[in-house]
């Protein structure tokens, strides 16, 4: 089906570049975008990217009390 579509200048020309970067046509990358979106590929959550530490246990704390927890933090203040 052949459609008209108003889409900002800036973003029009951004996506013009990714679908020649992938090497598809920009009605290419359209209907596959949409397709997703609507099958609910953008529904899923995103993935974070969490900062962790290396470390070990302290003896005397239980990190299965969120109170024993706060507790230690605020006798450390």
């Known amino acids: 089906m052949?459609?008209?579509v108003e889409?900002?200048?800036g973003l029009a020309r951004e996506a013009e570049a990714r679908a020649?970067?992938?090497g598809e046509t920009l009605g290419g990358l359209i209907?596959?975008?949409l397709?997703?979106?609507l099958r609910?590929?953008?529904n899923e959550a995103p993935s974070l990217g969490l900062?962790?530490?290396?470390?070990?246990?302290?003896?005397?704390?239980d990190i299965d009390s969120?109170?024993?927890?706060?507790?230690?933090?605020d006798e450390r203040d």
């Open 2 to 4: 052949k459609m008209t």
């Open 7 to 9: 889409v900002d200048d």
């Open 20 to 22: 020649t970067e992938r």
């Open 31 to 33: 209907e596959r975008v």
């Open 35 to 37: 397709g997703d979106h």
């Open 40 to 42: 609910g590929a953008c």
């Open 51 to 61: 900062l962790t530490k290396l470390g070990r246990p302290v003896p005397g704390v």
């Open 66 to 73: 969120r109170s024993a927890l706060y507790d230690l933090m």
